[in-house]
């Protein structure tokens, strides 16, 4: 089934989520689970045999709440309010409420143990050691009181069988506590027995003041890393914001305004000036420039006219528009953005699983470390007192919450960031993998290329005129949906209606057929590219020359025949141009300066392409490429590095599926592109240099929170041990060991914060040369698909059938389909959720291990492989 989100409570660091995902994983039927520390949040994937409430109970047994997301509220009407409500900063007021109460009480605690330092002078009362230990007993027991979610969870967990940061805070400060009461005790005792001096000198081992020093500076770090996380959602935030509350609603014939949940599918609304779309919508009536920056961060308005489509949270900007409501509530475009940028932040991302793997083992081995630094102290004749302070300072400087959110929040901001320039990132994966890419590969039509050909040239042929030539064109080129088609429709529509073909047939990476009436006589027509003339038997000697010249000038041919005496004459050649994007040559270079190499795949003849490559400065061009090879190329293009696709997401999509990173560009509002893992909102091919540049950007900045993390522990614990005492004096106090805890956390987090300063669209000042091409491309940079296949002649072609558990929906079928596809050596993949197998046709280089090993990983059992 699909990922099912669930909120989950009492998780504190790294090491709650590694818990929670072992209890997770451990539930049969379970496939994928990742757990957000930064959002509180878990993404689960599960089969029939497996329901909410078996997660659920999962999650309380490891010692933390769970409930399914919405899941209280499942019937009502989706509302917008509510989906900004559950961003808001809920933590950070209940944590300052704790951190304003807990200083009341600690100044205080502090005012009387610390005027021996300070050189005040205390109250006469507190002249008595008792007095003043007492004292400070009760403040601090207060201070516990306030912070008893540390020793409740931390004690709660323990006792379950897994350990977290809030443990080691509970030890922390509680060791202080019952080490300070204990000398209580024993002043108490020395006081009854009249022992004035020895009562006198154990008040200087009371360690009441640091018990309520660590829980309020760790207070502090969380109040600072709690406001810091939420920061992470403003982008979100933003965009909802930007969606109005009520909409001006016509029903009945009257205009009413009603709230934007009450909105549904087929209602007529209307947005005047200055007024923000409350729905997604098609325009009945009225013309109006809409700005659509919140959206694609494009700030120039597009008109918008009848027919046209609008998105909600855009903002008319000039007259009044009367429109139909095709998408409310949690369908429209930014709901599917905001979706696609909380799933990618509770996505995971490679990178995030060796933090995930420390992270599970830290607890653990911080208490243990800390247990045998007291040990070793006290044998080696240092005081109770000061081992135990060594023994707390290891405790409370540990950070495992650093380590749990250097990845979760850079993903988040960075993810965040995209989305207010358009840029769509599904997962934390596809954000990750962006910037590893070598090779960028870019359908021509729609991404380098306006998309929109238009006719350039009518050459007729054998006594046709170039009305009767259009006609013909129109008549058969009337049922295709081709861009190239569309054009020639178009101009054959200026001459007047035209007839459609009948017994019209597509012919994928050649043309089309089917029977054609004019002058009261059918005619068998075929029209398409000069290979399909030619596979046709069509006389093409005559038109050779006129398709060269065309080709070389950038234009398309299109050839038209009719057949005659069993033979197909050539009637005539339709040029069809598609303007080159303005912004093309540039984004070229840009990908070029990122070190990356960028190849232009068509389906277009070669002349053609060479014309198109040489005008944006291209040198690796795909041409004559059948749609159902494109995958080919992408794969062989595997084999030298990894391969992001740039397409449609639509007539693509097998490409888009087999590249490492597949990128849908000009989506507009159709944000659900399934094959795409990356979603580019504006037709701009810029936003491409953009994404990468983003995700390389993102990457650093988790690596840099993860060194920092690291090298904090790996410095601090053994300072707070005392290992450099021997060699430089030094050491650390439990109080300042607290401190530099709490603030670690605020510094990873702020750390991730800078990424919303980060502007992808500035290019890259530094240069360097692209990867190496292939040697398959040959010296005119040319690829030839049958030639890349026919390397693979001595190798033995086979078919494996693989069982696999675990597929309960296509999105499955497509999980499984890449992972296998990712495999070097398959061919082709063929997945069925019927029958819960895929058929693989493979070279005798692949091997079982391999295929399961790719099943595996994407989250599915594989039970047998035939």
Excluded at 318 to 329: H, I, S, Y
Excluded at 557 to 579: L, R, T
């Amino acid at each position: 089934m699909d990922n099912e989100k669930y909120n989950v409570t009492g998780m504190s660091c790294a090491a709650c989520v590694a818990r929670v995902e072992k209890a997770v994983r451990a539930v049969p039927g379970v496939n994928m689970v990742a757990v957000n520390l930064l959002t509180n949040s878990m993404l689960v994937s599960y089969d029939k045999r497996t329901n909410s409430s078996m997660i659920t109970e999962a999650v309380e047994k490891a010692g933390y709440g769970s409930s399914l997301a919405n899941n209280e509220n499942a019937s009502a009407k989706y509302d917008a309010v509510n989906d900004r409500a559950a961003l808001e900063d809920k933590e950070s007021p209940v944590i300052r409420k704790r951190l304003i109460a807990s200083v009341v009480f600690l100044v205080p605690l502090l005012y009387v143990s610390m005027s021996g330092l300070g050189g005040w002078t205390l109250p006469a009362v507190f002249s008595n050691p008792m007095i003043a230990a007492l004292y400070e007993l009760l403040l601090v027991v207060i201070i516990m009181i306030i912070n008893q979610k540390f020793f409740v969870s931390g004690f709660k967990n323990a006792f379950s069988g897994g350990v977290n940061m809030d443990t080691l805070v509970a030890l922390g400060a509680g060791a202080g506590f019952v080490y300070s009461t204990a000398v209580c005790f024993e002043m108490m005792e020395a006081a009854g027995l009249g022992d004035l001096a020895r009562m006198t000198s154990r008040s200087g081992d009371l360690y009441f003041e640091t018990s309520g020093m660590i829980l309020t500076l760790i207070t502090v770090g969380k109040y600072l890393e709690a406001r810091s996380k939420g920061k992470t959602t403003n982008a979100i935030r933003a965009l909802l914001d930007l969606s109005p509350k009520r909409a001006h609603v016509v029903r009945n014939g009257e205009e009413i305004t009603v709230d934007v949940c009450e909105v549904v599918v087929g209602d007529t609304f209307i947005v005047r000036p200055g007024e923000s779309f409350p729905v997604d919508g098609r325009v009945l009536s009225g013309e109006s420039a809409v700005n659509e920056s919140a959206l694609t961060g494009e700030s120039v308005p597009v008109d918008k006219a009848k027919g046209d489509f609008v998105s909600a949270a855009t903002i008319n900007q000039n007259g009044a528009l009367t429109v139909e409501a095709t998408r409310v509530g949690s369908d429209t475009t930014l709901h599917q953005i905001v979706k696609m940028v909380e799933d990618a932040a509770g996505s995971k991302a490679e990178i995030s699983r060796t933090a995930d793997r420390v992270a599970g083992i830290f607890v653990p081995v911080v208490i243990g470390i800390a247990v045998v630094t007291g040990a070793a102290w006290l044998l080696s004749g240092a005081s109770t007192s000061f081992a135990l302070a060594r023994a707390i300072s290891v405790l409370v400087i540990s950070c495992p919450c650093a380590l749990g959110l250097a990845t979760p929040v850079a993903i988040m901001v960075g993810s965040g960031r995209g989305a207010k320039q358009g840029i769509l990132f599904k997962t934390a994966g596809a954000l990750e993998n962006a910037g590893k890419v070598d090779f960028v590969v870019l359908d021509k039509t729609g991404t380098i290329t306006e998309g929109k050909p238009q006719v350039t040239d009518v050459i007729p042929l054998d006594g046709q005129t170039e009305r009767e030539l259009l006609s013909f064109a129109g008549s058969i080129e009337a049922r295709s949906e081709h861009p190239l088609a569309v054009a020639i429709r178009e101009a054959a529509d200026l001459h007047g209606p035209v007839t459609a073909a009948e017994n019209f047939r597509a012919l994928p990476g050649h043309g089309v057929s089917g029977q054609v009436s004019a002058a009261g006589t059918v005619y068998e027509t075929i029209a398409g590219n000069l290979r399909l003339m030619q596979e046709m038997g069509a006389d093409t000697s005559a038109v050779r020359g006129t398709a060269d010249a065309l080709s070389a000038a950038g234009k398309t041919p299109m050839f038209f025949a009719v057949k005659q005496s069993e033979e197909y004459h050539i009637i005539g050649v339709i040029a069809v141009a598609d303007q080159v994007k303005a912004d093309s040559k540039t984004a070229i270079e840009m990908l070029r300066e990122m070190g990356l190499q960028p190849v232009m795949l068509t389906g277009d003849n070669r002349k053609t392409a060479e014309a198109v490559g040489r005008e944006v400065g291209l040198t690796a061009i795909a041409a004559d490429v059948l749609p159902g090879d494109k995958d080919e190329i992408i794969r062989k293009l595997q084999e030298y590095g990894k391969v992001a696709m740039i397409g449609d997401g639509i007539n693509d999509a097998p490409a888009l599926t087999r590249a490492d990173v597949g990128i849908a560009i000009g989506a507009g509002a159709e944000v659900t592109v399934d094959a795409a893992d990356v979603v580019l909102m504006k037709s701009t091919p810029l936003d491409i240099a953009a994404a990468i540049r983003l995700s390389r950007q993102t990457i650093k900045n988790i690596k840099e929170n993860l060194f920092w993390a690291f090298f904090y522990n790996v410095i601090g614990i053994p300072l707070a041990a005392g290992v450099y005492i021997p060699l430089f004096g030094w050491t650390m106090s439990p109080v300042v060991g607290a401190a530099a805890m709490g603030l670690s956390s605020f510094c990873v987090v702020t750390n991730a914060l800078r990424l919303n300063l980060y502007d992808p669209n500035q290019r890259s000042k530094r240069t360097k040369d692209p990867v190496e091409l292939p040697g398959f491309l040959t010296a005119s940079a040319q690829i030839d698909v049958k030639e890349v296949q026919s390397e693979k002649g001595a190798e033995k072609i086979m078919k494996k059938t693989i069982s696999i558990e675990g597929m309960m929906c296509q999105n499955c079928v497509k999980h499984v389909k890449k992972a296998l596809n990712g495999v070097a050596g398959v061919e082709s993949v063929e997945v069925s959720l019927e029958n819960n197998h895929a058929v693989v046709t493979v070279d005798d280089r692949v091997k079982d291990a391999a295929l399961k090993e790719a099943i595996v990983e994407a989250g599915y059992e594989v039970t047998s492989i035939e």
